[in-house]
């Protein structure tokens, strides 16, 4: 026996296999149940959202001769019939083949006749939007009234091509999406049926590149079983069928586009195309990653709308946190750019190269995004060029000389040895100020993850001892900062920067006050600071 498509095989034939289409099913059972039968209903939505397939099952019930809660039995010669493609009463008409005039007036002469078996003629006309202006006109006054024992059904993706005078004569019926959820659920109960394992992880993923169709979903997972026949399917599997990209990858490639690495970025997208990815799949999956940190940039909470295990969610707040939302926007639109020229395109690696050497250099546009992104490079040169001599004048000021003199540059034949040889010492509560006064300086020596957070903190100094404070308001900013080894990083920069052994502690302030009041921020020190200086 020849083997049958997942998507034929598992076909709904019954309302109640109809996932993701509550609201209409209900309808139509109760009108079934109630004999509030319509004479023309206009299914429209998505691909792979179930039009046909709930057309059929409506075909079958209306003719059933033991229906059972509006449903068909499946088992009385009727229902068997129209389940075969054998019924003379259920007529499916393809309207992309068959959308003349002449096709119309064959349907017009037609249901002149009463059915042969069952109650209802049922005509089933698929993308019914393909009909010319003329076949429409002709469908008019049949459809409008039709003999008592005819009832339509049109189905079509493009609702907006059908004429009002059609729409005003038809019970409108629309098809959402169907969630990666409800699709993934459907696929793990398909799996299991069919006796073959299959990471959920796997099945995810093949629900969300299925963007809401059903359809498409399982011919992607028949696809998928193909390739790796007799296997459990894992995740990995997935996306190398599929030609997909780990969500790891895209949060390497966006590291590297802050911090305008365009070879690198050149280097990691000649390794995708080795592993046989295919860009197209990588540039939408990639634009939906920037999505996803508009979202994090954009409300406390994204967890709530973004479907994603704690460790993505975790690795996608460190990324958002490295720009503000301007600079998300610059590379969605950028990349949406893209997507659109890639259609039909023989040279798409190059546009691929093209945009992300963009992505890095902001000066190649001239639009408002852009021209903050390029203001953002500049802070960036400017806070790494003053860097070195900042640090001197820093290290000098803690050294104990009193004259001003630089400490060893580290980059110097003796930076090292003098860096070694230079052991911290116990920080006082004015040295604490100095350092604020400087820490722009000193953050430019953290990791791109963790400077962008804690330029953000609220600080104040510790008037009896040498410990520093950041008190953090949003609770996520706190846990990414009070980690062991984020606090031995920041010791760490400030004992090389400065020569002091300087205490941190990090503190989530609590919600019902306000930091700025309990205590000084940063602005305050450095004002207070540099008033003492003057006076």
Request: charge should be negative.
């Amino acid at each position: 026996m020849s083997y049958t498509a997942l998507y034929r095989k598992w076909r709904p034939s019954t309302f109640d296999e109809v996932k993701g289409q509550d609201h209409i099913v209900t309808t139509l059972k109760n009108q079934i149940k109630a004999d509030r039968i319509g004479h023309a209903y206009l299914f429209c939505g998505t691909r792979g959202t179930g039009k046909t397939s709930v057309a059929k099952i409506f075909a079958k019930a209306v003719n059933c001769e033991h229906p059972v809660d509006g449903s068909p039995c499946g088992e009385c010669r009727v229902c068997k019939a129209v389940a075969s493609g054998a019924s003379m009463n259920v007529i499916e008409i393809d309207a992309a083949s068959n959308n003349g005039v002449d096709n119309i007036r064959e349907i017009k002469e037609e249901v002149a006749y009463s059915p042969t078996e069952g109650r209802f003629k049922v005509y089933i006309i698929d993308e019914v939007h393909m009909l010319s202006i003329g076949a429409f006109n002709a469908l008019l006054k049949t459809l409008e009234e039709p003999p008592a024992y005819v009832i339509f059904i049109l189905a079509t993706t493009e609702v907006h091509k059908i004429p009002i005078t059609i729409l005003s004569r038809c019970q409108r019926y629309d098809f959402k999406r169907i969630s990666i959820d409800t699709i993934s659920d459907r696929l793990a109960e398909l799996m299991k049926a069919e006796n073959i394992e299959a990471e959920e992880r796997a099945l995810r993923y093949v629900a969300k590149a299925a963007d809401g169709s059903m359809r498409d979903a399982l011919s992607l997972l028949d696809q998928c079983l193909a390739f790796y026949m007799g296997q459990t399917l894992k995740y990995e599997n997935v996306l190398d069928v599929l030609g997909a990209v780990d969500t790891e990858v895209f949060s390497e490639f966006y590291r590297k586009i802050i911090e305008g690495d365009s070879i690198g970025l050149i280097y990691k997208l000649e390794q995708i195309i080795t592993d046989g990815r295919d860009l197209a799949q990588f540039v939408s999956d990639f634009t939906w990653y920037l999505r996803n940190l508009m979202l994090v940039n954009s409300t406390t909470d994204a967890s709530q709308v973004l479907e994603l295990s704690e460790e993505n969610m975790r690795l996608l707040k460190e990324d958002a946190a490295l720009t503000d939302m301007n600079g998300i926007m610059r590379y969605i639109r950028v990349f949406s750019e893209l997507s659109g020229q890639l259609r039909g395109s023989s040279q798409k690696r190059v546009m691929v190269e093209v945009a992300l050497v963009k992505l890095t250099r902001p000066a190649m546009e001239n639009n408002m995004d852009s021209l903050l992104d390029r203001i953002k490079v500049l802070e960036r040169q400017m806070e790494t060029g003053l860097e070195a001599a900042a640090r001197a004048a820093v290290s000098g000021a803690y050294t104990g000389t009193g004259n001003g003199t630089p400490a060893p540059d580290r980059n110097s034949p003796d930076g090292d040895n003098a860096k070694v040889a230079r052991k911290a010492k116990p920080a006082r509560s004015e040295d604490i100020v100095e350092v604020i006064k400087n820490w722009r300086t000193i953050c430019n020596g953290l990791s791109l993850s963790l400077k962008p957070i804690l330029e953000r903190y609220t600080t104040k100094a510790n008037g009896g001892g040498n410990k520093l404070q950041l008190i953090y308001d949003n609770g996520t900013y706190y846990s990414m900062v009070n980690t062991p080894e984020n606090i031995t990083t920041i010791k760490s920069v400030i004992a090389e920067k400065t020569g002091l052994d300087m205490e941190i502690e990090v503190i989530l302030a609590d919600r019902n006050s306000n930091p700025s009041e309990d205590y000084d921020t940063l602005e305050d020190l450095c004002r207070i600071a540099i008033e003492e200086e003057e006076f």
